[in-house]
């Protein structure tokens, strides 16, 4: 299923897991984490069925539409009223937790962009040792903090997360 590729399941660890290792890996910062952990937790509920998906989202509107007369006719206002309701989720003036969740759009502004270089090693050993540490994870295995601190993810979210960027890095 969605669930099992995006979250996980049994020896798969799943592709949001895969991420968070990933940013332990590189170290992601603390300014840029939270903001990432936002999208990572969306997707994992988007794919869990927790949130629903644009397509039901747009359905269930026009079901609830007054207009809507059960005759599977989207008329002129109904139309109107839905763009309109993207439009502004999109420009975020309008709240649809049950579309976004906890998101929050914001207008992205050229002034708040960054530049930030991720760091990691890409040397064979580095590899195997996040290969391993990922498997832990998947596993339900937890490893001790490095030196260095809780990672990012348990920072932000206080949750079971092992730090494997110590021990992945080479330099």
């Not at 999208?39 to 269930?60: C, D, H, K, Q």
Request: aromatic share 8%.
């Amino acid at each position: 299923t969605m669930a099992e590729i995006v979250n996980g399941r049994g020896m798969f660890p799943g592709l949001v897991p895969l991420c968070y290792a990933y940013l332990d890996f590189v170290r992601c910062d603390a300014e840029s984490f939270p903001r990432l952990d936002e999208y990572l937790t969306f997707i994992s509920r988007r794919a869990s069925g927790e949130l629903v998906t644009p397509a039901t989202w747009m359905r269930n509107f026009v079901q609830g539409h007054p207009s809507y007369q059960r005759d599977s006719v989207v008329t002129q206002d109904i139309a109107y009223d839905l763009l309109c309701a993207c439009d502004e989720i999109g420009r975020g003036q309008r709240a649809c937790p049950e579309l976004l969740g906890n998101a929050v759009v914001e207008p992205i502004a050229a002034d708040s962009a960054r530049d930030i270089r991720l760091n990691g090693s890409t040397s064979p050993a580095a590899i195997a040792k996040l290969m391993k540490c990922m498997w832990a994870r998947a596993s339900g295995e937890e490893s001790s903090d490095s030196a260095e601190g809780p990672s990012p993810r348990k920072r932000a979210r206080r949750s079971p997360s092992s730090d494997c960027s110590s021990s992945t890095r080479s330099g």
